[in-house]
């Protein structure tokens, strides 16, 4: 099961993001909503949240407010949040973790470092993306986090990453200057990334001696990664040839 916390204050999900799907129950099989979670009066007692050690992923409202059924929202108290974060989920390497906010801005994600962490998300791509995020579990059985940062398209956008560190690393060199993989002094996994995506039937290192036996020019290569970065964001997969 999906964990979905969020106080959706004042049906901000419907009001603001026009989202209902959560509220219908259509993903009722694998993703539950939580807006409320109550303060102990045992600081040390967070028996209430043992549940979610079984979670496939908790997308979480950094921000969620405890909850006391005579006062409502603690204002301030996010005991809870921070025993799921350290804890129960312990940043990801326990179980999945999605953080979203208002206050935060474009996703901050890793899949090297954390392939389980999205460490912030702003609120409004978050629900952008969440019911294709949930609708790949359901289909598939697996936790995609780069949909839920990066949309469905999530692979051209991986490689329009790629190629903007590739570009940049040759912006000063002259287009008559010959390309060699030096030039990517230390980023040499970015190429071999980029291949592997855009061609993931071949070898990448076939690709590093072709460019070893047929040298290209710097503006050759920089409309070869061009070519097949347009190409995944118009068809969301490399069309494109690399000779």
């Not at 010959?178 to 970015?190: A, E, H, N, Y």
Request: aromatic share 12%.
């Amino acid at each position: 099961m999906i964990y979905l916390i969020d106080d959706n204050q004042s049906n901000q999900r419907q009001k603001d993001y026009s989202i209902d799907f959560v509220e219908t129950g259509i993903f009722q099989d694998v993703l539950t909503s939580i807006e409320r979670i109550e303060k102990r009066e045992k600081a040390s007692d967070f028996s209430h949240l043992e549940f979610l050690n079984e979670a496939k992923c908790i997308l979480m409202h950094v921000t969620t407010e405890d909850w006391d059924n005579e006062k409502g929202f603690l204002n301030g108290s996010t005991t809870n949040v921070e025993k799921i974060l350290k804890d129960i989920s312990d940043f990801g390497d326990k179980i999945p973790l999605v953080l979203f906010s208002n206050s935060m801005g474009n996703p901050v994600y890793s899949r090297k470092e954390n392939p389980n962490f999205i460490r912030e998300i702003k609120k409004n791509i978050f629900y952008e993306n969440l019911f294709d995020f949930v609708d790949y579990y359901k289909n598939t059985g697996k936790i995609e986090l780069r949909i839920i940062a990066y949309g469905k398209k999530f692979v051209a956008q991986e490689v329009k990453q790629l190629s903007q560190i590739m570009l940049d690393m040759v912006a000063s060199n002259k287009n008559t200057e010959k390309f060699v993989i030096t030039l990517l002094s230390g980023k040499q996994q970015i190429f071999k990334e980029f291949i592997e995506l855009s061609f993931p039937n071949d070898n990448w290192i076939i690709f590093l001696n072709d460019l070893e036996d047929n040298p290209i020019i710097i503006s050759e290569f920089r409309n070869k990664i061009n070519l097949i970065t347009e190409s995944f964001l118009k068809y969301g997969k490399n069309i494109c040839p690399w000779k």
